[in-house]
């Protein structure tokens, strides 16, 4: 790989580290994000490991500044693509198919493994990091509650739910038994379906959970 060249060490710095996030994206493409190595990732960005080490400390440092990258160009590129003034269905269904397409790209273990591999503390930062997911998707329910789009709902435990269902189509998506375009739609049908409004969807659902 060519040298990073800069006008400032700042610079330099910030180039190096935005290569070094490039490097675990590009690792994460044929891997699980779980199983990268550090050696790998040095190697990948065209420095040393002792280089690396001088920009994240540890593996999990690394994984959780690549989460937070990754969460905001996700949000970056939700706004982008969205129609202005689209209700709330578009709008949900446009998160569903980012969501998919970027559990495809970039596969990441199951919560619970990665809790294991980061350890609880870790996890913890790597949660906080993921918060404003869930804020956009609350967001879209809310605003389909309020405009009569969608069933009164409890926003936040379906909001729950729906990243749940998102994060089931990881092993499918990585052993080719659906692809992302055909995932999104099964989740997005789903979901849509059991939140219209007059349905006996989630709503009555959560009204009445042992009926």
Do not use: C, W
């Amino acid at each position: 790989m060519p040298k990073i060249s800069a006008p400032t060490i700042a610079a330099h710095r910030a180039q190096t580290r935005e290569r070094i996030l490039e490097a675990v994206a590009a690792l994460t493409r044929v891997q699980g994000i779980d199983e990268i190595s550090m050696t790998e990732v040095a190697a990948e960005a065209g420095i040393t490991r002792t280089a690396l080490y001088n920009y994240f400390p540890d593996k999990p440092a690394l994984l959780l500044a690549f989460t937070e990258q990754a969460t905001s160009d996700f949000v970056d590129r939700y706004h982008r693509e969205l129609p202005a003034g689209a209700a709330a269905a578009e709008r949900l269904e446009t998160f569903v198919r980012l969501q998919v397409e970027a559990l495809a790209e970039h596969p990441h273990p199951a919560a619970a493994e990665l809790g294991a591999s980061l350890g609880p503390d870790a996890y913890q930062a790597l949660a906080d990091h993921v918060a404003p997911m869930h804020g956009l998707l609350a967001g879209i329910l809310r605003q389909g509650v309020a405009d009569g789009e969608f069933s009164a709902v409890p926003v936040d435990a379906v909001a729950r739910l729906v990243l749940a269902m998102l994060g089931a189509q990881r092993v499918p998506l990585l052993r080719g038994e659906t692809t992302p375009a055909d995932a999104g739609r099964l989740v997005a049908g789903f979901i849509l379906r059991a939140l219209e409004a007059g349905s006996n969807g989630i709503g009555d659902a959560a009204s009445h959970p042992f009926t």
